[in-house]
């Protein structure tokens, strides 16, 4: 039903002096849900299974993102293009952090009574999770698209491997590069062992 109409027809009850059935008309048809925040803090093993599951798109909107360390190593060699900002400022952050970072959200979201397990995660951008809340894909009119192949756009997360491991080690000096190089190797590495098993 349109919630409007519900509304509309407490009103109406309201205006006859009826409040009891205008409470209960609300209470039954369009009832006050308290949404409590949640914060869910995920594992950088973790963010790099389900961004490569969903080939490092935004499965909202169909968009192309990019792994968060290789955001990073940009703003390293190009501060002043490029700058980062940790509480994602946008007037001292570029605005790439929003559009390309990529983040997990709950498909039905938990404050709604939704899962906090893989199969209700799904890779979107900073952006849209920060416009997709605590609101439902119904409520929004959203429909999840399907994931893209990992072998065709990999987020730069080859790139950002390549170059922490080969081309500046002294990289990995910095915390933040080190901890996303161990998990960004341990999945390579995984991937590759699947691989060849499936393959033998």
């Not at 973790?46 to 080939?55: E, L, P, V």
């Not at 709950?106 to 979107?124: F, L, S, V």
């Not at 920060?130 to 730069?156: F, R, Y």
């Amino acid at each position: 039903m349109d919630n409007s109409i519900v509304l509309e027809e407490a009103c109406a009850l309201l205006e006859q002096g009826n409040s009891d059935l205008a409470s209960w008309v609300i209470k039954t048809k369009y009832p006050f849900s308290p949404i409590k925040k949640s914060s869910r803090q995920y594992t950088p093993q973790q963010m790099i299974a389900i961004f490569s599951r969903d080939g490092f798109i935004d499965r909202y909107k169909g968009t192309r993102l990019i792994f968060p360390p290789a955001l990073r190593l940009i703003s390293h060699y190009l501060p002043q293009e490029f700058p980062y900002h940790k509480n994602g400022k946008m007037t001292e952050g570029h605005i790439a952090y929003w559009e390309l970072f990529p983040t997990i959200d709950h498909i039905y979201p938990i404050a709604r009574g939704g899962m906090d397990a893989p199969e209700n995660w799904i890779t979107c951008s900073m952006l849209t999770n920060s416009i997709k809340s605590n609101w439902t894909l119904e409520q929004l009119g959203w429909s999840v698209l399907p994931p893209a192949d990992i072998h065709e756009w990999d987020g730069m997360l080859g790139w950002f491997i390549n170059t922490t491991t080969t081309k500046n080690k002294q990289l990995l000096s910095v915390p933040y590069f080190k901890k996303w190089h161990s998990a960004a190797v341990e999945f390579q590495s995984s991937n590759d062992d699947r691989g060849s098993t499936e393959s033998s």
